[in-house]
């Protein structure tokens, strides 16, 4: 029978030990990758588990907003027809109550005929804090003679308190000027509208100094 040698005994036991370290070096070495595999793996399923939550809660939150701002939307048209019949209710009593105060809308020509006062236009300049009001009056002197406009441009808000004034023919203390009309002469004269803070003119009224 065949005997093995010392050296060669050795040489297969060498060999024996390297395969073995050699096989359980791989095994070790996949079982490494299917660790990392696996929290790689569990990361990424936490990350979209966490994602899809925040997607459910954001379209929650979405939905509740659509409806509280539909009941907003249908509660604003429920009061739409309530408020209308209030502010016509107010513009007619204010009208009874100071019959000779007139609509003010602003960028058209509105007709007055009073006397050597031919029409007004208003206008809105500016924004916010820097919002004020302007006019711009035409006059007409079909007159033989000269004349001397003086002329009191009142403004009131919704409910007739008179909340602004601008003059016409007159200097800042009062008295009156010397700017004359001429006969036939047709002149416009522009102003800014002094008002009372925060003011919101709804009416005016044309007084012309007899």
């Known amino acids: 029978m065949y005997r093995l040698s010392h050296k060669e005994s050795a040489n297969v036991t060498d060999n024996t030990q390297s395969y073995s370290y050699h096989s359980k070096y791989r095994r070790s070495s996949r079982t490494r990758l299917i660790f990392f595999l696996s929290i790689g793996l569990i990361v990424e399923t936490t990350a979209l588990l966490v994602l899809f939550i925040q997607l459910i809660l954001s379209g929650q939150e979405n939905l509740e907003l659509t409806v509280v701002e539909k009941k907003q939307s249908q509660e604003l048209q429920r009061l739409q027809p309530e408020v209308e019949k209030l502010r016509t209710e107010l513009a007619a009593l204010t009208a009874s109550r100071l019959p000779n105060l007139t609509k003010l809308e602003f960028d058209k020509v509105i007709p007055l005929d009073l006397g050597y006062v031919k029409n007004i236009v208003f206008t809105v300049a500016g924004k916010d804090s820097d919002k004020h009001y302007e006019y711009k009056i035409v006059m007409h002197n079909s007159e033989l003679t000269l004349i001397h406009p003086e002329v009191d441009i009142l403004f009131f808000d919704r409910v007739g308190i008179q909340v602004g004034l601008s003059r016409i023919g007159f200097h800042e203390d009062g008295t009156p000027n010397l700017d ?18 925060d003011a919101n003119p709804e009416y005016f009224r044309v007084k012309i100094h007899k």
């Not at 004359?180 to 803070?197: I, K, N, P, Q, T």
């Open 180 to 197: 004359m009309l001429e006969r036939g002469e047709v002149r416009s004269f522009s102003a800014m509208v002094d008002l009372m803070d």
